[in-house]
């Protein structure tokens, strides 16, 4: 649904950190002021981050990305918002340097739980022809004591963006495949700390070859996702550190070698790494 580590006594990263959290405590009064009262709400995010995993796999070639998104809310539940990220090697389907996905849906609490249904476009602007696809999901959540607990499960239909149209013996130009993604994430804040704890563990299973322009949402065909970190709450501002991984092995991709893999040292960019991240919300 996801980054460049800093190296140790590198003064020009620590600068860009320091530069980016400053504008970010900045913004976050203007930001609030943008609030809406009444029966819409308006929330939102801008974050810089070490690297965008995408269901693990990272689609900056393994270094930073800007993001941020917007969310509009009724209180009847319906909701509409974007969000968007800069992208680099892997990530670039179609010659595209950035993601923008806009997505809609409806959100209804059942009880103690809150039911969430709705779909997301995922556009990559500037790409070549067939890069985009739409997923639908659903969601729920709940809290089980201490812990927030989420499910969620998403199926995009067979589309052409999805398709196998090369790199396996079945490839063809035209053809349509689908996928399916389901996973859980929780999180539990530590009391009288304003330290929260989260995971996540997803699975993925689509088509193992290649759309057009590259695109794929599932790469080795079926995969298992997961991640363990923590956030930090500063005020307006969230720091946060998180171990990203997957079970896809290298031999797993040499089919879509060398395009699987990082530009600069051929490493994986769905192997095991530590993302960093630094958010205001608002």
């Not at 067939?130 to 199926?155: H, Q, R």
């Amino acid at each position: 649904m996801e980054q460049f580590t800093p190296e140790k006594g590198d003064c020009s990263v620590k600068k860009y950190m320091i530069s980016a959290a400053a504008l970010l405590l900045a913004a976050t009064p203007a930001f609030a002021q943008e609030e809406e009262t009444g029966p819409i709400t308006v929330s939102g995010s801008v974050g810089l981050v070490s690297d965008y995993r995408f269901r693990g796999v990272s689609q900056t070639d393994k270094e930073m990305a800007i993001q941020g998104g917007l969310t509009v809310k009724h209180e009847s539940g319906l909701y509409a918002g974007t969000w968007g990220s800069n992208l680099a090697g892997w990530g670039q389907f179609g010659g595209s340097n950035m993601e923008l996905d806009i997505f809609a849906g409806y959100s209804l609490p059942v009880g103690a739980v809150t039911v969430d249904v709705g779909a997301t476009w995922y556009m990559y602007p500037g790409g070549s022809d067939i890069t985009d696809f739409v997923e639908p999901y659903v969601k729920l959540s709940t809290t089980v004591g201490p812990v927030s607990v989420l499910g969620g499960v998403a199926y995009a239909p067979p589309q052409k963006a999805l398709g196998n149209w090369s790199n396996t013996p079945q490839s063809k130009a035209g053809d349509k495949e689908d996928n399916f993604y389901i996973w859980g994430d929780a999180s539990t804040a530590i009391p009288s700390t304003p330290l929260t704890l989260k995971g996540h563990l997803g699975y993925s299973d689509g088509n193992p070859g290649l759309g057009p322009n590259g695109t794929s949402v599932a790469p080795t065909g079926s995969y298992m996702d997961w991640m363990v970190g923590a956030d930090l709450a500063l005020g307006p501002v969230t720091l946060g550190i998180a171990y990203v991984d997957t079970d896809i092995k290298f031999r797993d991709t040499f089919y879509i070698q060398p395009n699987f893999q990082s530009t600069k040292d051929g490493s994986s960019i769905a192997a095991g790494q530590v993302v960093f991240s630094l958010t205001a919300a608002f």
